[in-house]
């Protein structure tokens, strides 16, 4: 087993974590459509949220090639770095909803931490793509670190904020442009 192997495991291990709390949350939605009123943005969070976690085990592939030598250092970075998704992904769905009126009212009340938390993750993410190299970070391009302070300040702004409609608009747009991200720049991961 390499070092890049030996590092991975538990930090895959947690973004798997957070994954399965997405898919149980969802699951149960399916299962008990009655129990919790549905909220479309919240769902458009999850998709999001989904695809981040997925999005960062293809990236950090980037590791193995580009890391040398290991420090207990960069090692706590990337299990802080999954954690903060585990985070993302946990935040969505809570044990119960008795204190709700369904997943909405849920999101409003929690979304100061999700947006923090997503503030945390694009900085953490700025970060990372930094310790991959500078060949790395300046090959992604200026629309990366452009893309990402802009989406860091509207989830700023966010926090603060309570209109439906702004969360909606916000919910959508950084999805799609997450999508359109991948299509644009994944390829192969070797």
Partial sequence: MSMFEYVMVLASIIIGLGVTHLLQGLAKIVQHPKRAK???VHLVWVGYTFLIAA???WWQYRYQQDVHVWTFQLYMFILIYAVIIYLMCAI???EDLHEYDGFESFFYSRRGWYYGLQVLYLGVDLIDSWLKGAAHFFG???EYWVSTLIQMALCAVAIKISNKRFHAVL????TLYQISWALRTFDVVN
């Fill in 140 to 142: 992604l391009g200026t």
């Fill in 38 to 40: 549905v909220y479309w």
């Fill in 92 to 94: 969505l769905f809570p």
């Fill in 55 to 57: 999005f960062w085990w």
């Fill in 171 to 174: 919910a959508i747009v950084m």
